[in-house]
């Protein structure tokens, strides 16, 4: 079946402009994570949503970051006022909530900020 | 907080050799431990997994050992071929209500040369 689908792959920006970056989660994954990961460096946990619970958004760097998600739908990660340094690759990965702790992960988009 | 180290790259080796990629993790708790691959042009993906102290984790040839004793989870292959270029990362989860959030290592890119 479909795996984790992310749009758009790559978005170039400006500094100061708003991004919105989408996840398409594989259908039946009650839980979704969106990760960032800045050249050279690891994967950084940004926010969690499992189904209609509140998120746990402790990964989120500052408040010009937000994400949303309906129910086990799609999410996107909103980035306002963007800044240089939140050039990076934003991955977004679901997982059949207690099963295999799989995460099953997306192509990711490439965001750079000009 | 938790924090995963793994060894730094590039690694480079010659078709056939044996491959160590060392991680080591510290954790409050009782983590799951986990080695994704990133092969070229190809979105995260889990190798393999281990869930509990001297589990080992196996999948295509690679192996891995929960070792509690030393927080270590290396990973070990006893003869690499070129199709496992590719970028490794070490992994650990520490379940909290169900969110699994990973954190992870920074990656070793390995290049298996014929």
């Known amino acids: 079946g479909a795996g984790v689908s992310q749009s758009p792959s790559n978005k170039v920006t400006e500094k100061g402009k708003d991004v919105e970056l989408r996840c398409d989660p594989i259908?039946?994954?009650?839980?979704l994570y969106w990760y960032r990961q800045r050249l050279g460096q690891g994967l950084e946990f940004l926010i969690y949503?499992?189904?209609?619970?509140?998120?746990?958004k402790s990964g989120l760097p500052s408040d010009r970051f937000s994400a949303e998600r309906t129910g086990e739908s799609v999410s996107t990660l909103t980035i306002q006022r963007t800044q240089q340094e939140d050039s990076a690759v934003y991955l977004c990965?679901?997982?059949?909530?207690?099963?295999?702790?799989?995460?099953?992960f997306g192509p990711g988009t490439r965001l750079t900020v000009l | 907080g938790n924090s995963v180290t793994q060894m730094e790259g590039p690694v480079t080796l010659s078709e056939e050799a044996f491959l160590t990629i060392n991680c080591t993790y510290t954790?409050?708790?009782?983590?799951?431990l986990f080695w994704y691959v990133q092969y070229p042009g190809e979105g995260l993906q889990l190798l393999l997994k281990?869930?509990?102290?001297?589990d080992k984790g196996s999948n295509k040839g690679f192996e891995a050992t929960y070792r509690k004793e030393t927080t270590s989870f290396h990973l070990e292959k006893g003869s690499v071929q070129v199709s496992d270029s590719a970028v490794y990362f070490c992994?650990?989860?520490?379940?909290?209500?169900?969110?699994?959030?990973?954190?992870f290592g920074t990656g070793t890119r390995l290049t298996i040369i014929p």
């Open positions: 990965a679901s997982t059949p909530l207690l099963v295999d702790h799989e995460q099953f």
């Open positions: 259908s039946g994954h009650t839980a």
């Open positions: 949503f499992q189904g209609n619970s509140a998120p746990d």
């Open positions: 954790a409050t708790g009782y983590p799951s």
């Open positions: 281990a869930t509990k102290a001297d």
């Open positions: 992994a650990l989860s520490e379940s909290n209500f169900g969110n699994e959030k990973l954190t």
